[in-house]
C-alpha cells in the first residue's frame, strides 16, 4: 500500500473519530488515526483467514495470561509498513518514536505464561497454523507497581480508560454463563494477530463480562442507588483485575469464577460453531477441535464441555468422555506444589454445583480405573481428582487429556520421574516434552533492529527471521574481528539508549560503559532475587574495605513484581533498594557500582532492557524453574548467561557449550542428597562475606520501615519454621559458588573482542529457542494440525 492512500486513511480516520485535520490532531489522536488505518488494511484478510480456520481441523488455545505487548509496531513491520508509515508520520510533523509510545501495554498477563502465549500465537500466525487464543479481558490487569520508600505500592494499571484501536467487539458473538447466585453475559473482544510474511491473521479472543441486567431499575428511582448497581458491580469483578488476592476465600471465588467464565464462553463458541456445521452429531468433534490448556487455569473447560455435551447436545456420558479425551492437551508449567491449583469443594458447590457434580462422576470412574490398574487405596487417594475435601486441577487435567507436555527437558523428567510418577507409569504414551521458545520477530526483530539488520546483512536476506536455525551458518563470523567489533558497537548504543532510559524513568545516572547485569522477572523466592542482591552487598563491603580493587564497573539492574499477598517476595524488593539507596549514594564506590530497580516492569520495558543486556541472570534453585522464556531472549540479544543447571538454561548450555556460558552449583540429581545434609547456618558462619551481608538484615544497616520484613527474611535464611527448614531456596548453599562463577564473567568481559565472540555464538546458536521449532513441534507431535493455504506478502 503506497504512502498516499495510507495518509488518506489516517486523515479519514482523523475526522470521523475527532473532527480534526493533522496538524491540529494530539500525538495520541494521531496514533489512534494510524491505528485504525492499519487495522483497515488487514480486515479483509483477518475474515479470510476466520472463514478459513472455521472449516476442518483447528487449534483453540486457552490461557489465563496473554501478555501480547503493543500492537502498532509490531503490526506495521509484519505487514511490511513501517517504512512508509514512518515517513509519513515525520511528514506530518511528529516524532515517530513518540507518537508510538502513545500507545499503552495491555495489561492482559503477569511474566513468563503468558508472553509465552503471546508468543505461541505469534509463530502460530507466521506459520499459517488455524490456532485461535482464548483467555479474559482484564480491565486493569495485574496492577502497576509504584516504589514509594522502597517499598512495592500497587495501583490499578487503566490501560482500557481510551479505546484500543486494536480490540474489536464481537458482540454477535456473546454468551450467557450461569453461576449459581448470577448469569452474566460473556462478550468478546477480537485481537487480530498478525504474522510475519503471511496474509493470514490469526485471533486472540478475550472476554468481557456484562451483566445480564444493567441496574434495578426500581431501586434506582427509590434513591437506593448503590443497591441498584451491586449486581453489576460484582460482575464487572470477574474481569477487574488478573490473579485477585486469593489470601481470603472471597479471593478465591473470584478466581476461580474467573477461570469458569471464560471457559465457558470460548467452550459455548466452539460447540455451537461446530454445531451449525453438523448438528448433534458429535462424532467428529475432536477430529476437529484441539483445546491447548496452557496450565492449571483453564482446566475446568473439562468439566463444562462434558455438561455442555451432556445437558445441551444429547450425548451420553460414554460419549462425552470419549469426546473429551480425544479434545484436551495440558502443558504444565510448574512443579510447585503452591502453583498446583487445588479448589475447597465449597467452592464448587457455591459457584456451580452442576460442574461439581460431574467432577465428582469423573473422580468416582478415575478411581474404579485406578483399582483395576492395580493402585492400592493410598495411592489412589494422592492421585484422585478429589481429595482432602479439594479438586485438584493438574490430576483432573492429566486424568482427562490425552497429551501432557513440560516445557524443558529437565522440567519433563522431573514432571515423569518425580512429580506425575505413578501417571507416567500408567500412561507413558501421554507424555512429552516441548522446550518453551520466544519469537525472533518482536524480541529480535523488533526490539534490536540494528542487530537484526546486521544479521540479515551477513545472511543475506532476512529468510532467518523464519528460519533462526539457519543463523548457524554466520557462527565463521566470529574469526571476524571487524564484524565483532560492529557487534560490540550495537550492543554500545542499545546501552546508551537504556541509560538515558533509567535516568528518564529512574532518576539514577548509569556510564553505558559499565557491564550491565540484569535480572528481570516475576519475583519469587525461588528466582533467588535474593541471593542477588546480597552478592552485590558483599561486593559493596569489599569495595569498601579496599578502593584499589581492579573490578570492572557494573551496573546491577533488576525489574520485577511481587504479588500482592507475597510478603517476603515485597521484602525483597525493599532490600534492593535499601541496597541501591546504600551503593548509589556512596562517592567512595558510584564509579564501580550501581544498583538500578526500574519498575512497573512490563512488554515494552523488556524491549528496551534485553538488546542492552550484557550479562542475563538465570539463578533459581535447581529443579525449581520449569525452563524460563527470558533467558531465551536474552540469549538472542547476545548476554552471556550467569546462570544454575536448571530449566531451559541446560539446553542453552548444550547449544552454546561452557565456554560461552557461566554455570555454578549443583546439578539435579546431586541436588536431593545435598539439600538432606544442608544446614544454612553452616554456610552462614563458614562462607567469607556471608555473615556480615545477612547480618545486614537484622544489624541496623538498612531500615525496612518498622515493617519486621526484614527480620522475615533473616528468619527464612536461618531459622525455618515448625513445617519448613531453614532457606528451603538454598540461597546460602548457592552464595559461594554464585560470587565466583559472577567474577569469572566480569573477568571475561575485559577482553572484548573475546567476549563479542562468546555474544555472537549466544546469537547464531539461539534458533533451538525460536517459539518457531517449539510450535512446530506442538502442531507434529499433538494437535496433527496443518497450515492453511499461506499466502506470502510480496
Not at 476466520?50 to 503493543?70: M, N, T
Amino acid at each position: 500500500m503506497n504512502k498516499e492512500i495510507l495518509a488518506q486513511k489516517v486523515l479519514s480516520h482523523l475526522k470521523a473519530e475527532f473532527g480534526k485535520s493533522v496538524a491540529s490532531a494530539s500525538e495520541h489522536e494521531y496514533w489512534t488515526a494510524l491505528s485504525r488505518a492499519v487495522m483497515e488494511t488487514i480486515a479483509c484478510d483477518w475474515e479470510r483467514t476466520r472463514a478459513l480456520y472455521g472449516k476442518g481441523r483447528q487449534v483453540h488455545y486457552f490461557s489465563a495470561e496473554f501478555l501480547v505487548g503493543r500492537s502498532l509496531l509490531n503490526n506495521l513491520i509484519n505487514r511490511n509498513m513501517l517504512d512508509d508509515m514512518r515517513e509519513l508520520v515525520n511528514e506530518a510533523g511528529f516524532d515517530f518514536d513518540a507518537v508510538l509510545n502513545e500507545e499503552t501495554d495491555p495489561a492482559l498477563g503477569n511474566g513468563g505464561l503468558g508472553r509465552l502465549a503471546a508468543c505461541f500465537l505469534d509463530s502460530s500466525a507466521t506459520m499459517n497454523l488455524p490456532v485461535t487464543g482464548h483467555g479474559l479481558l482484564y480491565r486493569y490487569g495485574l496492577f502497576r507497581q509504584e516504589i514509594e520508600h522502597g517499598q512495592q505500592k500497587e495501583y490499578p494499571d487503566a490501560w482500557m480508560e481510551l479505546p484500543y484501536p486494536f480490540m474489536v467487539m464481537r458482540r454477535e458473538d456473546k454468551m450467557l454463563v450461569h453461576f449459581r447466585d448470577m448469569s452474566v453475559f460473556a462478550v468478546p473482544m477480537d485481537l487480530p494477530i498478525t504474522g510475519h510474511g503471511t496474509e493470514n491473521v490469526n485471533t486472540l479472543r478475550l472476554w468481557k463480562a456484562e451483566p445480564a441486567e444493567e441496574f434495578d431499575f426500581n431501586l434506582f428511582n427509590s434513591q437506593r442507588f448503590d443497591d441498584a448497581v451491586i449486581q453489576r458491580n460484582r460482575v464487572q469483578d470477574i474481569f477487574r483485575v488478573l490473579y485477585p488476592n486469593d489470601t481470603t476465600y472471597d479471593g478465591k471465588v473470584l478466581r476461580v469464577r474467573q477461570q469458569y467464565f471464560f471457559v465457558s464462553a470460548s467452550l459455548q463458541t466452539i460447540v455451537r460453531d461446530y454445531r451449525d456445521l453438523h448438528g448433534y452429531d458429535f462424532s467428529h468433534f475432536a477430529d476437529e477441535n484441539v483445546i491447548q490448556l496452557n496450565d492449571t487455569h483453564p482446566v475446568l473447560a473439562i468439566p463444562e464441555l462434558m455438561r455442555l455435551l451432556i445437558d445441551e447436545n444429547r450425548q451420553s456420558w460414554e460419549e462425552a468422555w470419549d469426546i473429551v479425551t480425544k479434545t484436551f492437551a495440558f502443558t504444565n508449567h510448574t512443579i510447585m506444589q503452591e502453583a498446583l491449583e487445588k479448589w475447597d469443594l465449597e467452592i464448587f458447590r457455591f459457584l456451580f454445583p452442576r460442574i461439581l457434580e460431574i467432577i465428582e462422576e469423573i473422580d468416582e470412574q478415575f478411581k474404579k480405573e485406578a483399582i483395576a490398574h492395580g493402585f492400592n487405596a493410598d495411592e489412589i487417594k494422592a492421585l484422585s481428582p478429589i481429595h482432602d475435601t479439594k479438586v485438584h486441577m493438574a490430576l483432573l487435567a492429566i486424568y482427562a487429556c490425552y497429551s501432557i507436555n513440560g516445557v524443558a527437558k529437565i522440567h519433563s523428567e522431573i514432571l515423569k520421574q518425580e512429580v506425575f510418577n505413578p501417571f507416567y507409569r500408567w500412561w507413558p504414551q501421554k507424555f512429552s516434552n516441548k522446550t518453551n521458545g520466544v519469537t525472533p520477530r518482536r524480541w529480535l526483530n523488533l526490539c534490536n533492529p540494528q542487530l537484526s539488520a546486521m544479521l540479515t546483512r551477513l545472511y543475506g536476506s532476512d529468510g532467518w527471521l523464519t528460519d533462526m536455525d539457519s543463523l548457524t551458518t554466520l557462527l565463521p563470523y566470529e574469526k571476524n574481528t571487524q564484524e565483532m567489533r560492529n557487534l560490540l558497537e550495537i550492543k554500545r548504543g542499545n546501552k546508551q539508549r537504556l541509560a538515558r532510559l533509567i535516568e528518564e524513568r529512574e532518576g539514577i545516572e548509569v556510564d553505558s560503559s559499565f557491564i550491565f547485569d540484569v535480572q528481570i522477572k516475576r519475583l519469587h523466592e525461588y528466582k533467588r532475587q535474593l541471593m542477588n542482591a546480597l552478592e552485590i552487598c558483599d561486593r559493596y563491603f569489599q569495595l569498601k574495605e579496599n578502593s584499589q580493587l581492579d573490578v570492572p564497573p557494573v551496573a546491577y539492574i533488576f525489574g520485577a513484581k511481587a504479588a500482592p499477598g507475597y510478603f517476603l517476595a515485597k521484602a525483597t524488593i525493599k532490600f534492593i533498594h535499601e541496597v541501591a539507596r546504600m551503593v548509589n549514594g556512596d562517592l567512595d564506590v558510584s564509579q564501580k557500582m550501581r544498583v538500578i530497580f526500574m519498575h512497573n516492569y512490563n512488554v515494552s520495558l523488556a524491549e528496551q532492557i534485553f538488546p542492552a543486556a550484557d550479562i542475563s541472570e538465570q539463578i533459581s534453585t535447581v529443579g525449581m524453574e520449569a525452563s524460563g522464556t527470558g533467558n531465551m531472549k536474552f540469549m538472542m540479544n547476545g548476554a552471556l548467561t550467569v546462570g544454575t543447571y536448571d530449566g531451559a538454561n541446560i539446553e542453552i548450555l548444550e547449544q552454546v557449550g561452557e565456554d560461552n556460558i557461566f554455570m555454578f552449583g549443583p546439578r539435579l540429581k546431586d541436588f536431593p542428597d545435598t539439600k538432606k545434609f544442608y544446614t544454612s547456618c553452616w554456610q552462614y558462619e563458614n562462607v567469607e562475606g556471608l555473615k556480615r551481608v545477612v547480618d545486614t538484615l537484622i544489624d541496623g544497616t538498612f531500615s525496612d520501615g518498622n515493617t519486621g520484613m526484614f527480620r522475615a527474611l533473616h528468619n527464612r535464611l536461618l531459622q525455618g519454621s515448625s513445617w519448613e527448614k531453614a532457606d528451603p531456596y538454598y540461597v546460602l548453599g548457592d552464595f559461594c559458588d554464585y560470587r565466583e562463577a559472577r567474577s569469572c564473567a566480569f573477568d571475561a568481559y575485559r577482553n572484548q573482542i573475546d567476549w563479542a565472540r562468546m555474544c555472537w555464538n549466544n546469537i547464531c546458536t539461539s534458533g533451538h529457542f525460536s517459539s518457531d521449532r517449539t510450535i512446530r513441534d506442538y502442531a507434529e507431535d499433538i494437535w496433527k494440525v496443518l497450515p492453511k493455504q499461506a499466502k506470502l506478502i510480496e
